[in-house]
T-cell receptor, first 109, second 116 residues
Framework: GQNIDQPTEMTATEGAIVQINCTYQ??????LFWYQQHAGEAPTFLSY??LDGLEEKGRFSSFLSRSKGYSYLLLKELQMKDSASYLC??????????WGAGTKLIIKP | DVKVTQSSRYLVKRTGEKVFLECVQD?????MFWYRQDPGLGLRLIYF???????EKGDIPEGYSVSREKKERFSLILESASTNQTSMYLC???????????????FGSGTQLSVL
């Protein structure tokens, strides 16, 4: 079966760095997405990786290793507004999105 | 900015009622989707549509139907609501055509449906 694993919850301190991991086992691979979802709000797009390596976008970076079935989202200089759930999703060989259950990130002052 | 609007933020319905969830997007996107989101689970695809009057079943279509009479509007219908359909329902849209699903999704704010 197809599976996306990410930690259920993480806690970090304001100003620090946090890495949210996502491992996947899917039928084929056509890219990996990260979305951010604040409580009670719509998910919003953060990043898309289809090639191996690190892509940096301001305070957020996303890394992909296709051979290891692994990605991470790196958040630097954490702010209180970064408290949210982070959703990992993989496009399989049929271009169907397989979603992880999300990681709830709690930022403490 | 793309806007995806869902008609209701909260809905409370009784078992057996017919329920309509409406979604409208304003960016001329071809692709529209309905997901449900439950605690501890990833988003699950109910139905999607690549074009007007076109629909495809997702992973969990049982108990649901959809309608796409106009490009901007995608409706989800619960023919006879049941308690196990209590959930957050998210509508999304994306540009592209055919299987262009490597396009990012734009989501509505969701409808929290409670079936009593």
């Amino acid at each position: 079966g197809q599976n996306i694993d990410q930690p259920t919850e993480m806690t970090a301190t304001e100003g620090a760095i946090v890495q949210i991991n996502c491992t996947y086992q899917t039928s084929g691979f056509n890219g990996l997405f990260w979305y951010q979802q604040h409580a009670g709000e719509a998910p919003t797009f953060l990043s898309y990786n289809v090639l191996d390596g690190l892509e940096e976008k301001g305070r957020f970076s996303s890394f992909l290793s296709r051979s290891k079935g692994y990605s991470y989202l790196l958040l630097k200089e954490l702010q209180m507004k970064d408290s949210a759930s982070y959703l990992c999703a993989v496009l399989d060989s049929n271009y169907q999105l397989i979603w992880g259950a999300g990681t709830k990130l709690i930022i403490k002052p | 900015d793309v806007k995806v609007t869902q008609s209701s933020r909260y809905l409370v319905k009784r078992t057996g009622e017919k329920v309509f969830l409406e979604c409208v997007q304003d960016m001329d996107h071809e692709n529209m989707f309905w997901y449900r989101q439950d605690p501890g689970l990833g988003l699950r695809l109910i139905y999607f549509s690549y074009d007007v009057k076109m629909k495809e079943k997702g992973d969990i279509p049982e108990g649901y139907s959809v309608s796409r009479e106009k490009k901007e509007r995608f409706s989800l219908i619960l023919e006879s609501a049941s308690t196990n359909q209590t959930s957050m329902y998210l509508c999304a849209s994306a540009s592209g055509s055919g299987s262009g699903l490597n396009e990012k999704l734009f989501f509505g704010s969701g409808t929290q449906l409670s079936v009593l």
